[in-house]
Antibody
């Protein structure tokens, strides 16, 4: 059974940083792209970042380029999203997802950027 | 960027009756390799999204056969043949042909 278990998130002040993690199991992690998406009531679902199998290709939505970094540890079946210089517009529920076609999703983690 | 437009945004349904959601893309979703990468997701209240349909019409494992996807080019449809109470929630289309970025529709809320 595919499982994506997320951790990290929480309340952070504007300009602060957070690191999200996603622990994968039930599939061959090292063979698949992985992705991050986020959701707000105002904007709905938004793709945030994707990374290829070996981490050599990374793609980001324009609004997070230069601030967010997606990475992975294939030895530990883990996906990460380092979020720096956070702003109020980054407040959202963040999801990790299996593949570039979002086959399966994690449980989501709330990130709140507020002073 | 490819813009995905869903309609309606809210869909009142009657249990046991059919329902249909439309999704239109701002450009053709036919990939140069021949595939069409249009997915549908269901998000029940309080839950994470779950993929129902991939590549326009292929149902994911465990998805009831009352859900079907169809369409081509820029026009796509998700149909529920007979709505059940558990189908209440939000439905999103997403294109994975022209990336980055991967883009989602605004969502359709199915209510009874």
């Amino acid at each position: 059974e595919v499982q994506l278990v997320q951790s990290g998130g929480g309340l952070v002040q504007p300009g602060g940083s957070l690191r999200l993690s996603c622990a994968a199991s039930g599939f061959t992690f090292r063979n698949l792209w992985m992705s991050w998406a986020r959701q707000t009531p105002e904007k709905g679902l938004e793709w945030v970042a994707s990374i290829n199998e070996d981490g050599g290709e990374k793609y980001y939505v324009d609004s997070v380029k230069g601030r967010f970094t997606v990475s992975r540890d294939n030895a530990k079946n883990s996906l990460f999203l380092q979020m720096d210089n956070l702003g109020a517009d980054d407040t959202a529920v963040y999801y990790c997802a299996k593949g570039a076609h979002f086959d399966n999703w994690g449980q989501g983690t709330l990130v709140t950027v507020s002073s | 960027d490819v813009v995905m437009t869903q309609s309606p945004l809210s869909l009142p349904v009657i249990l046991g009756q059919p329902a249909s959601i439309s999704c239109r893309s701002s450009q053709s979703l036919v990939h140069s390799g021949g595939g069409t990468y249009l997915n549908w997701f269901q998000q029940r209240p309080g839950q994470s999204p779950r993929r129902l349909i991939y590549q326009v019409s292929y149902r994911d494992s465990g998805v009831p056969d009352r859900f079907s996807g169809s369409g081509s080019g820029t026009d796509f449809t998700l149909k529920i043949s007979r709505v059940e109470a558990e189908d209440v929630g939000d439905y999103y289309c997403m294109q994975a042909t022209h990336w980055p970025p991967w883009t989602f529709g605004q969502g359709t809320k199915v209510v009874i």
